[in-house]
Protein backbone atom coordinates (compact mmCIF):
# COMPACT_ATOMS: atom_id res chain seq x y z
CA UNK A 1 0.00 0.00 0.00
CA UNK A 2 2.46 1.89 0.45
CA UNK A 3 4.55 1.54 -2.25
CA UNK A 4 1.66 2.01 -4.54
CA UNK A 5 0.78 5.58 -2.42
CA UNK A 6 4.34 6.75 -3.16
CA UNK A 7 3.72 6.05 -6.89
CA UNK A 8 0.75 7.35 -7.23
CA UNK A 9 2.67 10.54 -5.56
CA UNK A 10 5.55 10.43 -7.97
CA UNK A 11 2.94 10.73 -11.30
CA UNK A 12 1.68 13.58 -9.80
CA UNK A 13 4.85 15.14 -9.70
CA UNK A 14 6.45 17.60 -12.45
CA UNK A 15 9.38 15.72 -12.51
CA UNK A 16 8.68 11.98 -11.73
CA UNK A 17 12.35 10.70 -12.06
CA UNK A 18 15.69 12.27 -12.18
CA UNK A 19 16.36 14.63 -15.28
CA UNK A 20 20.13 15.25 -15.82
CA UNK A 21 20.02 18.49 -17.82
CA UNK A 22 23.30 19.51 -19.45
CA UNK A 23 24.64 22.52 -21.29
CA UNK A 24 27.89 23.57 -22.82
CA UNK A 25 28.76 27.13 -23.07
CA UNK A 26 31.50 28.45 -25.18
CA UNK A 27 32.21 31.86 -25.48
CA UNK A 28 35.28 33.11 -27.76
CA UNK A 29 37.02 36.92 -27.33
CA UNK A 30 40.49 37.05 -27.15
CA UNK A 31 41.16 36.47 -30.77
CA UNK A 32 45.01 36.42 -31.50
CA UNK A 33 44.65 37.10 -35.45
CA UNK A 34 41.28 38.10 -36.36
CA UNK A 35 39.32 41.44 -35.41
CA UNK A 36 38.70 40.98 -31.90
CA UNK A 37 35.17 41.02 -30.38
CA UNK A 38 34.22 42.54 -26.87
CA UNK A 39 30.83 40.58 -25.47
CA UNK A 40 31.31 36.47 -26.56
CA UNK A 41 32.54 35.41 -22.70
CA UNK A 42 30.62 37.85 -20.99
CA UNK A 43 27.64 36.79 -22.50
CA UNK A 44 28.63 32.84 -22.26
CA UNK A 45 29.15 33.42 -18.87
CA UNK A 46 26.03 35.18 -18.18
CA UNK A 47 24.19 32.09 -19.62
CA UNK A 48 25.95 30.10 -18.08
CA UNK A 49 25.19 31.24 -14.60
CA UNK A 50 21.22 31.48 -15.24
CA UNK A 51 21.53 28.03 -16.58
CA UNK A 52 23.54 26.41 -13.48
CA UNK A 53 20.84 28.27 -11.06
CA UNK A 54 18.29 26.50 -12.61
CA UNK A 55 19.50 22.62 -11.91
CA UNK A 56 21.82 22.15 -15.54
CA UNK A 57 24.89 20.77 -15.24
CA UNK A 58 27.32 22.96 -17.15
CA UNK A 59 30.73 22.89 -18.71
CA UNK A 60 31.57 26.14 -19.24
CA UNK A 61 34.84 27.46 -21.69
CA UNK A 62 36.27 30.59 -23.27
CA UNK A 63 39.22 31.79 -25.31
CA UNK A 64 39.38 28.26 -26.80
CA UNK A 65 42.38 27.01 -29.14
CA UNK A 66 41.78 24.29 -31.98
CA UNK A 67 42.31 21.53 -29.69
CA UNK A 68 41.02 22.80 -26.45
CA UNK A 69 37.83 23.54 -28.70
CA UNK A 70 37.80 19.91 -29.82
CA UNK A 71 39.34 18.59 -26.52
CA UNK A 72 36.01 20.20 -24.75
CA UNK A 73 33.46 19.09 -27.04
CA UNK A 74 34.88 15.28 -26.57
CA UNK A 75 35.14 16.17 -23.02
CA UNK A 76 31.49 17.45 -23.15
CA UNK A 77 30.35 14.11 -25.09
CA UNK A 78 32.31 11.70 -23.52
CA UNK A 79 31.52 13.23 -19.42
CA UNK A 80 28.69 15.62 -19.25
CA UNK A 81 26.11 13.68 -22.27
CA UNK A 82 26.13 9.91 -20.80
CA UNK A 83 22.99 9.60 -18.65
CA UNK A 84 21.29 13.24 -19.89
CA UNK A 85 17.87 13.66 -20.63
CA UNK A 86 18.03 17.40 -22.37
CA UNK A 87 20.82 19.44 -23.59
CA UNK A 88 21.84 23.02 -24.61
CA UNK A 89 24.65 24.26 -27.01
CA UNK A 90 25.79 28.12 -26.95
CA UNK A 91 28.48 29.54 -28.56
CA UNK A 92 29.11 33.25 -29.18
CA UNK A 93 32.31 34.57 -30.94
CA UNK A 94 33.27 34.59 -34.73
CA UNK A 95 31.81 32.06 -36.73
CA UNK A 96 30.73 32.18 -40.95
CA UNK A 97 30.56 30.03 -43.82
CA UNK A 98 33.71 28.96 -45.93
CA UNK A 99 34.98 25.76 -48.15
CA UNK A 100 31.81 25.20 -48.58
CA UNK A 101 30.18 24.85 -45.03
CA UNK A 102 29.72 26.68 -41.51
CA UNK A 103 32.61 26.88 -39.49
CA UNK A 104 33.37 28.10 -35.49
CA UNK A 105 36.33 30.21 -34.84
CA UNK A 106 38.82 29.07 -32.38
CA UNK A 107 40.56 32.20 -31.12
CA UNK A 108 44.10 30.55 -32.98
CA UNK A 109 42.25 30.62 -36.43
CA UNK A 110 44.63 31.70 -38.80
CA UNK A 111 44.17 33.08 -42.37
CA UNK A 112 45.85 34.81 -45.35
CA UNK A 113 44.25 37.12 -47.95
CA UNK A 114 44.43 35.63 -51.54
CA UNK A 115 46.34 38.58 -53.17
CA UNK A 116 44.25 38.36 -56.25
CA UNK A 117 40.92 37.73 -54.69
CA UNK A 118 41.15 39.34 -51.85
CA UNK A 119 39.48 36.64 -50.00
CA UNK A 120 40.56 34.88 -47.06
CA UNK A 121 42.12 32.03 -46.65
CA UNK A 122 41.60 30.28 -43.69
CA UNK A 123 43.48 28.26 -41.28
CA UNK A 124 42.65 26.06 -38.11
CA UNK A 125 38.95 26.62 -38.03
CA UNK A 126 36.52 24.10 -36.37
CA UNK A 127 34.32 22.87 -38.76
CA UNK A 128 30.24 22.14 -37.53
CA UNK A 129 30.23 18.97 -38.75
CA UNK A 130 33.36 18.71 -35.72
CA UNK A 131 30.68 19.96 -33.77
CA UNK A 132 27.99 17.63 -34.58
CA UNK A 133 29.58 14.53 -34.38
CA UNK A 134 30.07 15.36 -30.63
CA UNK A 135 26.58 16.14 -30.17
CA UNK A 136 24.75 13.32 -32.22
CA UNK A 137 23.79 11.47 -28.65
CA UNK A 138 22.40 14.16 -27.49
CA UNK A 139 19.09 14.28 -26.46
CA UNK A 140 16.80 16.60 -26.53
CA UNK A 141 19.03 19.04 -27.74
CA UNK A 142 18.91 22.32 -27.94
CA UNK A 143 21.69 24.61 -30.17
CA UNK A 144 22.02 28.40 -29.31
CA UNK A 145 24.59 30.28 -31.79
CA UNK A 146 25.73 33.78 -31.18
CA UNK A 147 28.11 33.92 -33.75
CA UNK A 148 29.00 35.90 -37.38
CA UNK A 149 30.10 38.59 -35.51
CA UNK A 150 31.41 41.16 -37.84
CA UNK A 151 34.29 40.87 -40.58
CA UNK A 152 36.80 39.26 -38.90
CA UNK A 153 39.56 39.65 -41.63
CA UNK A 154 40.65 42.96 -40.82
CA UNK A 155 42.90 42.94 -43.37
CA UNK A 156 40.87 41.08 -46.40
CA UNK A 157 39.11 42.61 -48.79
CA UNK A 158 36.58 39.66 -48.68
CA UNK A 159 35.36 36.88 -46.28
CA UNK A 160 36.88 33.17 -47.45
CA UNK A 161 34.68 30.64 -49.00
CA UNK A 162 31.70 33.38 -50.56
CA UNK A 163 29.57 33.59 -47.30
CA UNK A 164 29.04 35.91 -44.37
CA UNK A 165 27.26 34.07 -42.04
CA UNK A 166 26.55 30.54 -41.48
CA UNK A 167 25.00 29.23 -44.95
CA UNK A 168 24.40 25.03 -44.12
CA UNK A 169 22.11 25.08 -40.79
CA UNK A 170 18.87 24.30 -41.93
CA UNK A 171 20.31 21.62 -44.01
CA UNK A 172 22.89 19.96 -41.65
CA UNK A 173 20.61 20.06 -38.23
CA UNK A 174 20.19 16.81 -37.25
CA UNK A 175 16.29 15.53 -36.95
CA UNK A 176 14.71 16.48 -33.23
CA UNK A 177 17.84 19.27 -33.16
CA UNK A 178 16.00 22.97 -32.04
CA UNK A 179 18.64 25.56 -33.36
CA UNK A 180 18.54 29.26 -32.89
CA UNK A 181 20.80 31.50 -34.86
CA UNK A 182 20.96 35.20 -33.60
CA UNK A 183 20.49 36.14 -37.43
CA UNK A 184 19.45 35.08 -40.30
CA UNK A 185 21.63 32.55 -42.72
CA UNK A 186 24.40 34.77 -44.69
CA UNK A 187 23.92 37.63 -42.81
CA UNK A 188 25.85 39.43 -39.32
CA UNK A 189 25.35 39.94 -36.47
CA UNK A 190 26.26 42.78 -33.67
CA UNK A 191 28.39 42.73 -31.24
CA UNK A 192 27.08 45.14 -28.72
CA UNK A 193 28.84 47.93 -26.54
CA UNK A 194 30.95 46.77 -24.20
CA UNK A 195 29.57 45.59 -21.13
CA UNK A 196 26.20 45.30 -22.18
CA UNK A 197 25.87 42.05 -24.83
CA UNK A 198 25.31 41.58 -27.95
CA UNK A 199 21.44 42.14 -28.99
CA UNK A 200 20.69 38.80 -29.14
CA UNK A 201 22.20 37.78 -25.86
CA UNK A 202 20.23 40.68 -24.23
CA UNK A 203 17.11 39.88 -25.35
CA UNK A 204 17.86 35.74 -24.93
CA UNK A 205 19.21 36.07 -21.25
CA UNK A 206 16.05 39.19 -20.31
CA UNK A 207 12.92 36.61 -21.68
CA UNK A 208 14.45 33.24 -20.01
CA UNK A 209 14.97 34.78 -16.49
CA UNK A 210 11.22 36.32 -17.25
CA UNK A 211 9.50 33.02 -18.37
CA UNK A 212 11.72 30.32 -17.26
CA UNK A 213 8.77 27.75 -17.82
CA UNK A 214 8.10 28.56 -21.26
CA UNK A 215 9.13 26.24 -24.01
CA UNK A 216 12.31 27.13 -25.55
CA UNK A 217 10.79 26.89 -29.29
CA UNK A 218 7.85 29.36 -27.89
CA UNK A 219 10.62 31.63 -26.13
CA UNK A 220 12.81 31.83 -29.19
CA UNK A 221 10.77 33.02 -31.35
CA UNK A 222 9.86 36.13 -29.06
CA UNK A 223 13.65 36.80 -28.83
CA UNK A 224 13.76 36.76 -32.70
CA UNK A 225 11.27 39.31 -32.45
CA UNK A 226 12.70 41.65 -29.92
CA UNK A 227 16.04 41.51 -31.87
CA UNK A 228 14.50 42.32 -34.89
CA UNK A 229 12.70 45.61 -33.68
CA UNK A 230 15.71 46.57 -31.45
CA UNK A 231 18.04 46.70 -34.24
CA UNK A 232 15.60 48.47 -36.82
CA UNK A 233 15.70 44.82 -39.24
CA UNK A 234 18.91 44.67 -39.65
CA UNK A 235 19.47 41.78 -37.60
CA UNK A 236 16.53 38.75 -37.57
CA UNK A 237 17.74 35.61 -35.65
CA UNK A 238 16.48 32.08 -36.99
CA UNK A 239 14.38 29.44 -35.46
CA UNK A 240 15.17 26.29 -37.31
CA UNK A 241 13.74 22.77 -36.38
CA UNK A 242 13.91 19.21 -37.78
CA UNK A 243 11.34 17.54 -37.05
CA UNK A 244 9.76 16.95 -33.73
CA UNK A 245 11.33 20.25 -31.40
CA UNK A 246 12.60 18.86 -28.45
CA UNK A 247 10.50 19.64 -24.97
CA UNK A 248 12.61 21.94 -22.75
CA UNK A 249 12.61 25.09 -21.17
CA UNK A 250 14.65 26.67 -18.29
CA UNK A 251 13.46 25.64 -15.36
CA UNK A 252 12.53 22.15 -16.12
CA UNK A 253 8.90 22.95 -15.27
CA UNK A 254 7.55 23.59 -18.25
CA UNK A 255 4.41 24.61 -19.56
CA UNK A 256 2.28 22.44 -21.20
CA UNK A 257 1.64 23.74 -25.02
CA UNK A 258 -1.48 23.43 -26.44
CA UNK A 259 -1.11 22.89 -29.61
CA UNK A 260 -4.22 22.98 -30.69
CA UNK A 261 -4.72 26.36 -29.98
CA UNK A 262 -1.44 26.93 -32.44
CA UNK A 263 -2.06 25.50 -35.44
CA UNK A 264 1.32 23.93 -37.51
CA UNK A 265 0.36 26.49 -39.87
CA UNK A 266 0.12 29.17 -37.82
CA UNK A 267 3.86 28.52 -36.30
CA UNK A 268 5.21 27.83 -39.72
CA UNK A 269 3.69 31.80 -40.13
CA UNK A 270 5.22 33.35 -37.16
CA UNK A 271 8.89 31.42 -38.54
CA UNK A 272 8.18 33.22 -41.64
CA UNK A 273 7.40 36.74 -40.14
CA UNK A 274 10.50 36.00 -37.75
CA UNK A 275 12.97 35.28 -40.40
CA UNK A 276 11.50 37.43 -43.08
CA UNK A 277 13.05 35.33 -45.64
CA UNK A 278 12.05 34.75 -49.11
CA UNK A 279 12.05 30.61 -48.77
CA UNK A 280 10.30 30.66 -45.52
CA UNK A 281 7.40 32.50 -47.25
CA UNK A 282 7.63 30.42 -50.31
CA UNK A 283 7.49 27.03 -47.54
CA UNK A 284 4.65 28.12 -45.96
CA UNK A 285 2.71 29.14 -49.51
CA UNK A 286 3.44 25.76 -51.14
CA UNK A 287 2.04 23.70 -47.91
CA UNK A 288 -0.96 26.02 -47.35
CA UNK A 289 -1.91 27.32 -50.51
CA UNK A 290 -5.25 28.49 -49.64
CA UNK A 291 -3.74 29.33 -45.40
CA UNK A 292 -4.86 31.83 -43.48
CA UNK A 293 -1.79 34.40 -44.40
CA UNK A 294 -2.06 33.43 -48.04
CA UNK A 295 -2.52 36.61 -49.18
CA UNK A 296 0.16 38.97 -46.94
CA UNK A 297 2.44 35.57 -47.73
CA UNK A 298 1.89 36.47 -51.00
CA UNK A 299 2.69 39.98 -50.90
CA UNK A 300 6.16 39.47 -49.10
CA UNK A 301 6.83 36.67 -51.57
CA UNK A 302 6.26 39.57 -54.53
CA UNK A 303 8.51 41.90 -52.84
CA UNK A 304 11.10 39.66 -51.32
CA UNK A 305 11.26 38.34 -55.27
CA UNK A 306 11.85 42.06 -56.53
CA UNK A 307 14.08 42.31 -53.98
CA UNK A 308 16.37 39.46 -54.87
CA UNK A 309 16.11 40.17 -58.67
CA UNK A 310 17.34 43.74 -57.95
CA UNK A 311 20.12 42.01 -55.69
CA UNK A 312 21.38 39.95 -58.68
CA UNK A 313 21.64 42.91 -60.91
CA UNK A 314 23.41 45.32 -58.41
CA UNK A 315 25.74 42.17 -56.77
CA UNK A 316 28.41 42.78 -59.49
CA UNK A 317 28.34 46.34 -59.64
CA UNK A 318 30.04 49.34 -57.58
CA UNK A 319 27.71 51.75 -57.23
CA UNK A 320 27.64 53.29 -54.09
CA UNK A 321 24.88 55.44 -54.63
CA UNK A 322 21.89 52.64 -55.69
CA UNK A 323 23.38 49.94 -53.09
CA UNK A 324 22.08 53.05 -50.71
CA UNK A 325 18.79 53.17 -52.08
CA UNK A 326 18.61 49.54 -52.21
CA UNK A 327 19.64 49.14 -48.62
CA UNK A 328 16.90 51.29 -47.61
CA UNK A 329 14.25 49.55 -49.78
CA UNK A 330 15.20 46.51 -48.08
CA UNK A 331 15.30 47.39 -44.69
CA UNK A 332 14.41 44.36 -42.13
CA UNK A 333 15.18 41.72 -45.11
CA UNK A 334 18.14 39.21 -45.59
CA UNK A 335 19.00 41.71 -48.72
CA UNK A 336 19.76 44.11 -46.49
CA UNK A 337 22.73 42.32 -44.16
CA UNK A 338 23.91 41.46 -47.79
CA UNK A 339 23.86 44.86 -49.26
CA UNK A 340 25.69 46.22 -46.49
CA UNK A 341 28.46 43.74 -46.58
CA UNK A 342 28.40 44.13 -50.07
CA UNK A 343 28.50 48.04 -49.53
CA UNK A 344 31.85 47.74 -47.16
CA UNK A 345 33.89 45.56 -49.00
CA UNK A 346 33.02 47.86 -51.87
CA UNK A 347 33.96 51.00 -49.67
CA UNK A 348 37.44 48.67 -48.55
CA UNK A 349 38.20 48.30 -52.28
CA UNK A 350 38.21 52.01 -53.14
CA UNK A 351 39.56 53.20 -50.12
CA UNK A 352 42.89 50.96 -50.97
CA UNK A 353 42.11 51.97 -54.64
CA UNK A 354 42.17 55.77 -53.75
CA UNK A 355 45.42 55.18 -51.44
CA UNK A 356 47.18 54.05 -54.70
CA UNK A 357 45.53 56.12 -56.75
CA UNK A 358 46.59 59.40 -55.02
CA UNK A 359 50.44 58.07 -53.86
CA UNK A 360 50.62 57.88 -58.02
CA UNK A 361 49.73 61.72 -58.08
CA UNK A 362 49.20 61.40 -61.92
CA UNK A 363 46.29 62.94 -63.97
CA UNK A 364 45.46 59.47 -65.59
CA UNK A 365 45.54 57.14 -62.58
CA UNK A 366 42.58 60.27 -61.44
CA UNK A 367 41.11 60.24 -64.72
CA UNK A 368 40.99 56.38 -64.31
CA UNK A 369 40.07 55.84 -60.75
CA UNK A 370 36.99 58.24 -61.21
CA UNK A 371 35.78 56.24 -64.45
CA UNK A 372 36.24 53.00 -61.97
CA UNK A 373 34.23 54.61 -58.71
CA UNK A 374 32.14 57.49 -60.63
CA UNK A 375 29.95 58.14 -57.60
CA UNK A 376 32.52 56.79 -54.34
CA UNK A 377 33.65 58.38 -50.88
CA UNK A 378 36.43 59.62 -52.48
CA UNK A 379 34.75 60.98 -55.69
CA UNK A 380 34.84 64.66 -54.64
CA UNK A 381 38.26 64.52 -53.18
CA UNK A 382 39.39 62.56 -56.62
CA UNK A 383 37.48 65.58 -58.73
CA UNK A 384 39.84 68.31 -57.10
CA UNK A 385 43.21 66.30 -57.78
CA UNK A 386 42.21 65.92 -61.62
CA UNK A 387 40.98 69.53 -61.85
CA UNK A 388 44.26 70.84 -60.06
CA UNK A 389 46.02 68.95 -62.54
CA UNK A 390 44.55 70.06 -65.55
CA UNK A 391 45.09 73.61 -64.64
CA UNK A 392 48.97 72.78 -63.99
CA UNK A 393 49.21 70.75 -67.40
CA UNK A 394 47.85 73.71 -69.03
CA UNK A 395 50.61 75.74 -67.21
CA UNK A 396 53.14 73.50 -68.44
CA UNK A 397 51.99 73.21 -71.86
CA UNK A 398 52.85 77.15 -71.86
CA UNK A 399 56.22 77.06 -70.71
CA UNK A 400 56.96 73.68 -72.05
CA UNK A 401 59.92 75.00 -75.16
CA UNK A 402 60.97 77.79 -72.69
CA UNK A 403 64.33 78.22 -71.80
CA UNK A 404 63.89 80.42 -69.09
CA UNK A 405 65.58 78.76 -65.89
CA UNK A 406 63.71 81.30 -63.66
CA UNK A 407 60.49 80.51 -65.44
CA UNK A 408 61.57 76.85 -64.96
CA UNK A 409 62.67 76.71 -61.35
CA UNK A 410 59.51 78.92 -59.88
CA UNK A 411 57.16 76.01 -62.05
CA UNK A 412 59.07 73.64 -60.51
CA UNK A 413 59.15 75.28 -56.81
CA UNK A 414 55.40 75.57 -57.05
CA UNK A 415 54.33 72.01 -58.95
CA UNK A 416 57.45 69.57 -58.45
CA UNK A 417 55.70 67.41 -56.98
CA UNK A 418 53.52 66.46 -60.11
CA UNK A 419 53.96 64.58 -63.19
CA UNK A 420 54.36 67.89 -65.20
CA UNK A 421 56.51 68.95 -62.12
CA UNK A 422 58.73 66.36 -63.11
CA UNK A 423 59.02 66.75 -66.58
CA UNK A 424 60.19 70.80 -65.81
CA UNK A 425 62.46 69.51 -63.50
CA UNK A 426 64.07 67.29 -66.39
CA UNK A 427 63.93 70.44 -68.76
CA UNK A 428 65.71 72.43 -66.79
CA UNK A 429 68.48 70.06 -66.05
CA UNK A 430 68.89 69.31 -69.47
CA UNK A 431 69.35 72.80 -70.28
CA UNK A 432 72.22 73.64 -67.54
CA UNK A 433 73.49 70.48 -68.98
CA UNK A 434 73.86 71.53 -72.64
CA UNK A 435 75.27 74.84 -71.44
CA UNK A 436 77.57 73.14 -69.28
CA UNK A 437 77.10 75.12 -66.18
CA UNK A 438 77.49 73.88 -62.99
CA UNK A 439 75.03 71.91 -60.98
CA UNK A 440 72.36 73.16 -59.08
CA UNK A 441 72.54 72.15 -54.88
CA UNK A 442 68.55 71.84 -54.85
CA UNK A 443 67.83 70.07 -58.89
CA UNK A 444 70.49 67.78 -60.07
CA UNK A 445 71.82 64.42 -61.64
CA UNK A 446 72.66 61.87 -59.49
CA UNK A 447 76.81 61.67 -60.36
CA UNK A 448 78.00 57.99 -61.43
CA UNK A 449 79.39 57.45 -57.65
CA UNK A 450 76.18 58.72 -55.81
CA UNK A 451 74.11 56.47 -58.04
CA UNK A 452 76.10 53.71 -57.41
CA UNK A 453 76.27 53.98 -53.74
CA UNK A 454 72.35 54.99 -53.75
CA UNK A 455 71.49 52.17 -56.17
CA UNK A 456 73.68 48.90 -54.84
CA UNK A 457 71.70 46.64 -53.26
CA UNK A 458 68.22 49.12 -53.75
CA UNK A 459 65.31 48.59 -55.61
CA UNK A 460 63.78 51.52 -58.09
CA UNK A 461 60.34 51.83 -58.23
CA UNK A 462 57.61 53.74 -60.59
CA UNK A 463 54.94 53.98 -58.83
CA UNK A 464 52.71 55.06 -61.95
CA UNK A 465 53.09 51.56 -63.13
CA UNK A 466 54.24 49.18 -60.25
CA UNK A 467 57.34 48.24 -61.84
CA UNK A 468 60.26 47.72 -60.15
CA UNK A 469 64.48 47.13 -61.37
CA UNK A 470 66.49 45.92 -58.29
CA UNK A 471 69.59 46.22 -58.88
CA UNK A 472 72.60 44.50 -57.17
CA UNK A 473 76.69 44.33 -58.06
CA UNK A 474 77.33 40.94 -55.40
CA UNK A 475 75.95 38.41 -57.78
CA UNK A 476 78.12 39.54 -61.16
CA UNK A 477 80.26 36.76 -60.16
CA UNK A 478 78.43 34.10 -62.35
CA UNK A 479 78.42 36.16 -65.42
CA UNK A 480 82.16 36.71 -65.44
CA UNK A 481 82.50 33.20 -64.97
CA UNK A 482 81.27 32.70 -68.54
CA UNK A 483 81.57 36.55 -70.44
CA UNK A 484 84.82 37.87 -68.58
CA UNK A 485 85.69 40.85 -65.73
CA UNK A 486 85.15 43.61 -68.54
CA UNK A 487 82.58 42.44 -70.45
CA UNK A 488 80.22 45.43 -70.55
CA UNK A 489 83.29 47.85 -70.60
CA UNK A 490 84.60 46.24 -74.02
CA UNK A 491 81.41 45.95 -75.45
CA UNK A 492 80.21 49.54 -74.83
CA UNK A 493 83.69 51.09 -74.50
CA UNK A 494 82.52 53.20 -71.59
CA UNK A 495 83.49 53.98 -67.95
CA UNK A 496 81.83 51.77 -65.37
CA UNK A 497 81.49 53.34 -61.53
CA UNK A 498 79.42 49.99 -60.91
CA UNK A 499 79.25 46.26 -62.51
CA UNK A 500 76.27 44.13 -61.00
CA UNK A 501 73.25 41.84 -62.41
CA UNK A 502 69.17 43.30 -62.37
CA UNK A 503 65.55 41.95 -61.87
CA UNK A 504 63.07 43.78 -62.84
CA UNK A 505 59.31 43.57 -62.60
CA UNK A 506 57.94 44.81 -65.95
CA UNK A 507 55.29 45.11 -67.97
CA UNK A 508 56.40 43.91 -72.19
CA UNK A 509 53.80 43.95 -74.85
CA UNK A 510 50.58 44.27 -72.03
CA UNK A 511 51.74 41.53 -69.95
CA UNK A 512 53.52 42.05 -66.45
CA UNK A 513 57.34 40.04 -66.90
CA UNK A 514 60.17 39.38 -64.93
CA UNK A 515 63.40 39.23 -66.71
CA UNK A 516 67.22 40.34 -65.63
CA UNK A 517 70.43 40.14 -67.19
CA UNK A 518 73.42 42.57 -66.64
CA UNK A 519 73.57 46.07 -65.57
CA UNK A 520 75.74 48.95 -64.90
CA UNK A 521 76.24 52.59 -63.85
CA UNK A 522 77.86 53.99 -66.55
CA UNK A 523 79.92 57.56 -65.89
CA UNK A 524 79.60 60.51 -67.94
CA UNK A 525 83.19 61.66 -69.18
CA UNK A 526 81.68 64.42 -70.14
CA UNK A 527 80.22 66.19 -66.08
CA UNK A 528 80.52 62.83 -64.07
CA UNK A 529 76.88 62.05 -64.24
CA UNK A 530 75.67 58.35 -63.66
CA UNK A 531 73.34 56.48 -66.31
CA UNK A 532 72.12 52.87 -65.14
CA UNK A 533 72.27 50.30 -68.11
CA UNK A 534 70.42 47.40 -68.02
CA UNK A 535 70.56 44.34 -70.91
CA UNK A 536 68.45 41.30 -70.88
CA UNK A 537 70.27 38.07 -70.60
CA UNK A 538 69.51 34.57 -69.25
CA UNK A 539 72.72 33.66 -67.77
CA UNK A 540 72.87 31.28 -70.77
CA UNK A 541 75.85 33.37 -72.83
CA UNK A 542 79.46 32.07 -72.88
CA UNK A 543 80.83 34.87 -75.56
CA UNK A 544 79.98 37.98 -76.56
CA UNK A 545 79.06 36.58 -79.93
CA UNK A 546 76.34 35.07 -77.74
CA UNK A 547 75.40 38.44 -77.11
CA UNK A 548 75.59 40.01 -79.84
CA UNK A 549 73.82 37.83 -82.49
CA UNK A 550 70.52 38.07 -80.16
CA UNK A 551 67.96 40.36 -80.21
CA UNK A 552 67.33 41.43 -76.65
CA UNK A 553 66.01 44.05 -74.46
CA UNK A 554 67.85 47.24 -72.68
CA UNK A 555 67.01 50.38 -71.05
CA UNK A 556 69.19 53.53 -69.56
CA UNK A 557 67.84 55.56 -66.84
CA UNK A 558 69.59 58.73 -65.22
CA UNK A 559 67.98 59.92 -62.10
CA UNK A 560 67.58 63.71 -60.95
CA UNK A 561 67.50 64.52 -57.06
CA UNK A 562 65.04 67.14 -56.27
CA UNK A 563 62.96 68.90 -53.15
CA UNK A 564 60.05 66.16 -53.88
CA UNK A 565 62.40 63.22 -54.29
CA UNK A 566 63.38 61.59 -57.52
CA UNK A 567 62.73 61.88 -61.41
CA UNK A 568 63.68 59.03 -63.44
CA UNK A 569 64.35 59.78 -66.99
CA UNK A 570 65.13 56.90 -69.35
CA UNK A 571 64.47 54.97 -72.41
CA UNK A 572 62.18 52.36 -72.01
CA UNK A 573 62.84 48.55 -73.00
CA UNK A 574 63.60 48.44 -76.36
CA UNK A 575 65.18 45.95 -78.82
CA UNK A 576 68.64 46.17 -79.38
CA UNK A 577 68.86 45.49 -83.22
CA UNK A 578 65.67 47.30 -83.43
CA UNK A 579 66.10 50.72 -85.95
CA UNK A 580 62.77 52.14 -83.89
CA UNK A 581 63.57 55.27 -82.08
CA UNK A 582 63.82 54.53 -78.08
CA UNK A 583 60.42 55.57 -76.51
CA UNK A 584 61.84 57.96 -73.62
CA UNK A 585 60.10 58.66 -70.57
CA UNK A 586 60.05 61.08 -67.68
CA UNK A 587 58.18 60.47 -64.36
CA UNK A 588 58.78 60.11 -60.33
CA UNK A 589 60.32 57.19 -59.11
CA UNK A 590 61.20 56.07 -55.37
CA UNK A 591 64.09 54.35 -54.08
CA UNK A 592 64.00 51.80 -51.42
CA UNK A 593 65.92 48.87 -49.85
Known amino acids: MLRFALFFLCLLATNCYAEKRVALIIGNTAYQNLVPLINPARDARALADLLKSNGYQVLEKSDLTREQFLD ?3 EFRHVHLPGATHAVMFYAGHGMAADGGDILAPVDLTYECDEKSGEAQIRRPVSWAEVERSLRDAPNLVVILDACRENPFKHCVKRGGGG ?9 ARSGTLTVNSTAMGALAADGPPGKGSPFAQALIKRLEASPDVDFRELFDGVAGEVAEVTGGRQVPEVLVRGASPRACLSG ?17 RIAL ?14 WPGGTHKNDAAEKTNNLL ?5 WKELEGKRDFQTLSAFIIGAAGTEFESLARFKQAELGKIEA ?5 TDNVRELVAYETFLKTWPDGPHRDAAIGRRDELYQIRDAWHQIRASENESELQTFVGRYGWSEFGAEATARLVSIRQEKKLPRLKSIATLSAEEMAQILDGASLSFPST ?12 SYRVSLGKDFLKQQLRQTFAREGVFQADITLTGRRSRIGGLGGIIKSKVDGT ?10 AEKTMQDVDNKDRNSATFQIIRDNFGYVCIGTTWQSTLSQVEPAKTVERCTIHR
Open 72 to 74: TLE
Open 253 to 269: NCKKVEFSSISDEEVAW
Open 306 to 310: KLSAS
Open 352 to 356: DAWER
Open 530 to 539: GSLFLIEMTG
Open 274 to 287: ASNRLEEYQAYSSR
Open 466 to 477: GETIAFASSAMP
Open 164 to 172: NGFRSLSQT
